[in-house]
């Protein structure tokens, strides 16, 4: 029997690639666009450092990447109600509609890529995916 940890290891590793390799198929748009991009669309208007711990950034980049999606006008930035002298950040309407047809190109992709599997089989996946996730971010912290 060969070790799982082995498997597990290399299989991840070949999914990152082929995903990457395959990205023009799963909506063009940059990895680290489309995550800040769904954080913000899942959790609101949300203050970088927040965005960073999300996902597990350190600050310099989130605020370099938050900059990037901000010149391109696919987020907008409003200072906190709360505390003015930390700036939000939220999805703009145009950041919204790209992201959205982005998620249907790449839920288009996996349905094709999933398509003999069962309904069980993608929950199975998609609750183990959740979890490891889960525990990534978890992880030395």
Known sequence: MSN???????????????????????????????????????????????????LKLNLSTASRQVAVLETKKLIERFPDPQNGRISLIEISPEGQSILQKVQQARYNVYNEILHNWSEEERLTLAENLTRLNQDFKAWRT
Do not use: C, F, W
């Open 4 to 54: 799982p940890l082995r498997s597990i290891e290399y299989e991840i590793a070949l999914l990152v690639r082929l995903t990457t390799t395959h990205s023009p198929q799963l909506g063009r748009m940059d990895r680290s666009e489309y995550l800040l991009l769904s954080e913000m669309e899942k959790h609101g208007p949300l203050a970088i450092n927040i965005l960073a711990e999300k």
